[in-house]
């Protein structure tokens, strides 16, 4: 290669390098760096493509009970693991049917076919597992709210989380009663 050749390459390979650097940190910053899944942005354009190319998608918002006590009482590492081991429940629960994702704190959200996962209740009882950390049996405790989108008036993505947000509040405020509330998923 002459020198003027190389000359003229060295910026488009400088400019190669960069974009794919780029690419990386967007990557990355589309990703919750405990637990692996999608963050709220990355997690909302693939929910949104799954809703559109399957009415029967449903919508599930997840929120670790008593977090900040387990937290308190057990140390920040032991919180880590019971988000750690949340996203790994979840994500196997979803399989390749669905896309999980952490919407910071103690939120998790997933978007899956519903005529391709299992019910409600294995998520749940995997969900409420005890966790094993540092010689430590810890309890975990999940509400979980879900929406059936093609049982909605508007069928969006806003809507449906609105309805699995209500549901999920409606499951961790019914007394003595931790798990799953839903109108529109089995």
Not at 7 to 35: E, F, K, N
Not at 161 to 180: E, H, Q
Request: with cysteine.
């Amino acid at each position: 290669m002459n020198t003027q050749a190389l000359a003229l390459s060295l910026p488009l390979l400088g400019w190669a390098a960069h974009s794919g650097y780029l690419a990386r940190q967007l990557a990355t910053a589309r990703r919750d760096p405990l637990t692996g899944l999608h963050t709220r942005a990355g997690w909302t354009a693939r929910a949104e493509r799954v809703i559109r190319r399957h009415p029967a998608a449903a919508v599930l918002l997840l929120d670790l009970d008593d977090f900040k006590a387990l937290n308190d009482t057990h140390g920040h590492a032991a919180g880590d693991a019971a988000l750690a081991a949340t996203a790994a429940r979840l994500t196997d629960w979803c399989g390749r049917h669905g896309v999980a994702g952490r919407l910071g704190g103690d939120e998790f959200v997933a978007v899956v076919r519903a005529d391709k996962v299992p019910p409600l209740a294995v998520l749940t009882k995997a969900l409420t597992q005890p966790l094993h950390h540092e010689g430590q049996t810890l309890p975990v405790s999940v509400s979980v709210g879900s929406c059936h989108v093609e049982d909605l008036p508007v069928r969006s993505l806003s809507a449906a989380l609105a309805d699995a947000d209500r549901a999920m509040y409606a499951a961790k405020g019914t007394p003595g009663r931790r798990g799953t509330r839903h109108s529109h998923i089995h």
